[in-house]
């Protein structure tokens, strides 16, 4: 008897390799879909990836990753400096994953009332906005999707990630999304991929397991230098107001949305505010 609970166990274990959850606070079951073409997470309990020699796109260029420095600035100025830059993941196979930064929001905290740190509050949730620079802080919405931000030079301050334009591992990213969209769904069209801040976590497989990491030394996470295109420019950049924070009046104006003018991955286009910035 006790043989055969062991074997029921251990097939478990082995199934749970090859399972993607919805929500990984939700312990039910009937929303997971099976990936079985890669190998995306070793358990159901965020261990770290063993350093890897994998083969390397020419995305990756040696000392590209990007470190403390890069992210002990000031939440708005850290908003536009990550346009352009690189996000990688590193799968627990091996596989590397990458997007480019397209579309950012900065929630300074303090006075900043759509910030989930307003006025200065600590809870266990928004803990990593309080942290070094490069803190990952990865929390949930509507229960089933999840949103990266990282934390910036101020008290209680982050940067939203918002959209990528995929790089690199884009089948694995497919496959990623489609295990949490309807069975019988259209396939996404590349710009689709990552082109809002729940979706890039779901083709990045970003968990709540990342909450709290260092972007600048996670070996499954970090930042590099895009070495493939010119510089962001100031005029490449609109500034908008943030999306969903309506409720949170004359802050929902604030123009703390930053995005690539004209690209395609961008998540909502403001027209309004595209009129003088694309056109220069």
């Known amino acids: 008897m006790a043989g055969r609970k062991r074997k029921k166990l251990a097939e478990a274990a082995a199934a749970s390799e090859e399972t993607v959850t919805l929500n990984e606070n939700d312990n039910r079951t009937e929303s ?3 990936i079985t073409s890669v190998n995306l997470m070793k358990s159901p309990q965020c261990e770290r990836t063993e350093s890897v020699e994998t083969e390397r796109s020419h995305y990756f260029s040696n000392g590209g990753r990007l470190g403390q420095d ?5 939440c708005i100025s850290l908003a536009k400096a990550f346009l352009g830059k690189v996000l990688v993941r590193r799968c627990a196979d091996g596989t590397e994953l990458r997007g480019r930064i397209v579309e950012t929001e900065a929630y300074l ?4 009332k759509a910030s989930h740190s307003a006025g200065g509050k600590r809870t266990e949730r928004n803990m990593a ?3 070094k620079p490069g803190t990952i802080y990865v929390y949930p919405i509507y229960g089933i999707y999840l949103c990266m931000n990282v934390s910036s030079q101020g008290e209680g301050a982050a940067v939203l990630l918002r959209s990528l334009e995929p790089l690199q591992g884009l089948p694995v990213m497919r496959q990623l999304r489609a295990a949490r969209r309807k069975e019988g769904a259209r396939q996404l069209k590349d710009k689709e991929l990552c082109n809002g801040p729940s979706k890039l976590c779901q083709a990045l497989n970003i968990s709540r397991c990342f909450d709290r990491r260092d972007l600048a030394s996670d070996p499954e996470v970090w930042l ?3 070495i493939e ?3 962001i420019r100031p005029n490449d950049i609109v500034s908008a107001p943030r999306i ?6 004359d802050w929902a104006k604030k123009p703390w949305r930053f995005y690539l003018c004209g690209h395609p991955c961008v998540s909502v286009v403001n027209k309004e505010a595209e009129k003088s910035k694309c056109n220069e």
């Open 70 to 74: 890069f992210f002990n600035q000031p």
């Open 229 to 231: 295109t010119s510089p």
């Open 224 to 226: 590099e230098r895009d």
């Open 129 to 131: 906005m309080f942290m």
């Open 109 to 112: 905290g303090g006075e900043d």
């Open 32 to 34: 997971k879909q099976r």
């Open 244 to 249: 969903g924070i309506e409720s949170h009046g």
